[in-house]
């Protein structure tokens, strides 16, 4: 099952995606996709409600935009230089354990919105990366019964602001949760659609260039034992999002590096989790300011 919620911002609206690539509203279900719905089995709820209902879903309009296919959840925990060719290209050592950090749940869109580059930023930079989706409450799970607490993965840009995360001292939360810095989607594919996640090709583009083109086999560290370790230090929470890391080809890596400018189009996919797009825009040229 493919999940998906769209509608303006503030007024998103829950649904699924079609095989034949239709989205349908699931507004009659009365739930949308967060951490109430997935810590009460929704998922299996969802299933069942659909053979009832599937069938009379109302369509949804090819131009409403798409929202982040999860609702804004407890937390965005992100795994730093989890590819060992992006570890080498930042500099960085292989990291010993996993490096984990946070990105403000604030910072979600959906997929296709603007990404709205922050006032006086000349380093933002783009990261494709595989993101889990939490969908029971656990802690101190063991790596062998951490996929059991998995609902599903969705394709996610792990924007960052280089300057912000690296030259301002402290931790890299500061570069990581802009608004806009979180384009989750166009999907939540749930685990049976994905049957290994560790062997998925993933490329993102800048206006048409290819800059990253890896598979998720290259990952140091897999999602069950990244799941497993984050709950040692931490309770997770249904809905929460952990993003997997990126492989090389930022920005940062390039000699000299290479930051993104208004009017830029990043483009990125995962197989299975399809493709989203962004267009970078200046912070005082959004709609609005
Ligand atoms: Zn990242």
């Not at 659909?50 to 804004?72: F, G, I, K, Q």
């Not at 494709?128 to 409450?137: G, K, P, T």
């Not at 799970?141 to 602001?161: I, Q, T």
């Not at 370790?229 to 890391?245: N, W």
Request: hydrophobic share 40%; glycine share 10%; charged share 20%.
């Amino acid at each position: 099952m493919k999940l998906i919620r769209f509608g303006p911002v503030g007024d998103e609206r829950a649904g699924i995606l079609d095989a034949d690539g239709a989205r349908r509203d699931t507004s009659a279900f009365g739930e949308d996709w967060d951490e109430e719905f997935f810590g009460s089995d929704g998922l299996s709820r969802l299933t069942q409600w659909l053979e009832e209902h599937h069938a009379a879903l109302p369509r949804v309009a090819d131009d409403v935009r798409w929202a982040s296919c999860v609702a804004r959840p407890s937390k965005i925990v992100c795994i730093g230089l989890n590819y060992r060719d992006h570890a080498r290209e930042t500099g960085g050592a292989i990291p010993v354990e996993p490096i984990i950090f946070a990105k403000s749940t604030s910072s979600l869109v959906g997929p296709f919105d603007d990404l709205w580059l922050p006032p006086g930023s000349t380093k933002t930079d783009w990261e494709v990366e595989l993101a889990v989706v939490i969908s029971r409450r656990t802690s101190l799970v063991a790596e062998a019964d951490a996929m059991n607490y998995v609902a599903g993965y969705a394709l996610h840009n792990d924007y960052s602001e280089r300057a912000f995360q690296l030259e301002h001292h402290g931790q890299w939360f500061k570069g990581k949760s802009w608004d806009t810095f979180a384009p989750l989607g166009p999907w939540l594919a749930t685990c049976d659609e994905i049957p290994d996640p560790h062997s998925l090709k993933l490329w993102l583009t800048v206006n048409g260039e290819r800059m990253q083109d890896s598979s998720t086999a290259e990952m140091i560290y897999g999602v069950p034992f990244l799941v497993s370790y984050i709950s040692q230090f931490m309770t997770l929470l249904p809905g929460d999002v952990i993003s997997t890391g990126t492989p090389a080809g930022v920005g940062l890596g390039f000699k000299p590096p290479r930051y993104l400018v208004p009017g830029d189009v990043i483009e990125l996919a995962i197989d299975g989790l399809g493709t989203s797009q962004q267009r970078a825009v200046a912070w005082e040229a959004r709609p609005g300011a």
